[in-house]
């Protein structure tokens, strides 16, 4: 059974300034929606507090299973995953780094090591597995970033601009990755400003404004 | 002067070399407690909010400067004959060089160790989180990237020991072939004016110094792009 999400009338406001304003929205499972709206609109906040790293003022964001609505703690939070738009790589290999949502699940030593290779082949890291990750150029870490979130995959997939600071090479390695999670009956929810990459992905475009959204 | 001290180093005297190893055993005993206890002590005051953190770290970064000599007397009077622990019979021995040095390295490794987890990104904390790391692996995450930092706390510490002398000197007592060691024969025979043995003892300590030195530069160093992104 997928996991679903829904959006209940949350509102956050940072000192005194709201940023969301009971935001609503009930996201299908296994669809690929795309984020958009202008900078300061609200679309990192929202997928915070959508990823269960920040708790809404008002308003609450549930998780479903069939009928049966999910706790927040570790399970759920292990089927979900935000690639942040500043990747934070630890000061490792870069093979350590994609071994690191693995390793936490207490997954077996060599599903590990096949996996972690499996995914830095697909973002095209696996000739860097050695390297210290934070020698990585900028592109190869984002790329870094999403192999690591997509490794142990997750049912709910949030990425917050996952492709501004790249090449084109890297976005079209990246673009490539979502859409094979895609395949697999995922949900993925992108926060991005490029119409064009909402339309390869074959999304539905939410618009965020005055801190609600909207579906275009 | 010179070559009397150097044929001393080099012709390996005995007396010399069991000073030499003594402070090597004192000063890694205190820095092996000191460690024990100091980096838990600075991780958790990095990590975790409680009350009277604040409190805390600063009486440890005030501790980092404690006058040896005040520690020296204070373990002098808890171990002498009519202190509380006189009944451990613990004063002028080993024991009692290695309990004041770790007091004295403590708060060095556990202020440097919480600046060093402080100093982690925070950015790190949230990735751990975004990829399902509970609270305690989430924490463990931090300690592990603050490593470096937290190694050359230990380092740093070690040199401290190591160049110590009052407060060894109290406890101690300096007794030959039992607790006399490199800092405080130097004190003693330069006193005597027995130059050769001092100044053969400072090459040593001197070199030892400089060893602590170039390994704690080459940790810092490998910390160091950890800052890049
Ligand atoms: N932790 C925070 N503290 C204070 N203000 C914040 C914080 N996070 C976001 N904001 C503010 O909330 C607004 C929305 O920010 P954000 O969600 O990052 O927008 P977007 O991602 O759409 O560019 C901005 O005005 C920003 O300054
Ligand atoms: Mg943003």
Redesign the pocket.
């Known amino acids: 059974m997928s996991l679903r999400l829904s959006i209940d009338r949350i509102s956050k406001s ?2 005194g ?1 709201a ?1 969301l304003d009971g935001c609503r929205f009930e996201f299908e499972a296994g669809k690929t929606y795309a984020l958009i ?1 202008s ?8 997928l915070r507090i959508c990823a269960l790293l920040e708790q809404p003022d008002k308003g609450a964001v549930r998780f479903f299973c069939g009928d049966a609505e999910q706790p927040h703690e570790i399970p759920l939070k292990r089927k979900i995953t935000l690639v942040l738009p500043k990747t934070g790589v630890f000061n490792s290999s870069v093979f350590n780094n994609a071994a690191y949502g693995l390793k936490i699940r207490g997954i077996a030593g060599n599903e590990i090591k096949e996996k972690a290779a499996r995914i830095l082949k697909l973002v095209k890291l696996a000739g860097k597995s050695a390297q210290n990750a934070q020698t990585l150029s900028s592109g190869e870490t984002q790329r870094l970033g999403i192999a690591r979130a997509m490794v142990f995959e997750p049912e709910i997939i949030f990425l917050d601009e996952p492709t501004a600071f790249v090449d084109a090479e890297s976005k079209g390695i990246i673009e490539e990755l979502i859409s094979k999670f895609k395949d697999r009956q995922r949900t993925v929810i992108i ?1 991005t400003h490029d119409l064009h990459q909402a339309e390869r992905l074959d999304s539905q475009i939410l618009s ?1 404004t005055e801190g609600r959204l909207k579906l275009l | 002067m010179f070559e009397k001290a150097f044929a001393l180093i080099f012709n390996t005297d005995h007396e010399l070399f069991a000073i030499i190893l003594l402070s090597l055993q004192v000063s890694l005993c205190a820095l092996c407690l000191a460690s024990i206890a100091g980096v838990p002590v600075g991780a958790l005051t990095g990590l975790k909010k409680f009350r009277f953190r604040g409190g805390v770290v600063s009486l440890l970064n005030t501790f980092m400067g404690l006058p040896p000599v005040v520690v020296g007397l204070c373990v002098y009077l808890t171990l002498s004959r009519s202190g509380p622990l006189g009944f451990m019979s613990l004063l002028y021995t080993p024991s009692a060089m290695v309990i004041a040095q770790t007091i004295l390295a403590f708060p060095i490794v556990a202020s440097l160790t919480h600046s060093a987890v402080v100093g982690v990104d925070p950015v790190i904390k949230q990735a751990a989180k975004t990829l399902g790391a509970s609270p305690l692996q989430e924490s463990l995450t931090v300690v592990k990237e603050a490593r470096y930092g937290i190694t050359a706390a230990v380092i740093a510490a070690l040199g401290r020991v190591m160049a110590e002398v009052g407060a060894i000197l109290i406890v101690g007592g300096n007794i030959a072939g039992y607790t006399r060691v490199m800092t405080t024969t130097i004190a003693l025979e330069t006193d005597k004016g027995n130059f050769e043995l001092a100044l053969a003892l400072g090459i040593i300590l001197l070199a030892i110094s400089l060893l602590i030195n170039v390994v704690l530069h080459m940790v810092q160093r490998k910390g160091h792009f950890q800052d890049k992104k």
């Open positions: 940072y000192d300034n940023v709206g900078n300061g609109s609200g679309k990192s906040t929202f926060a965020m």
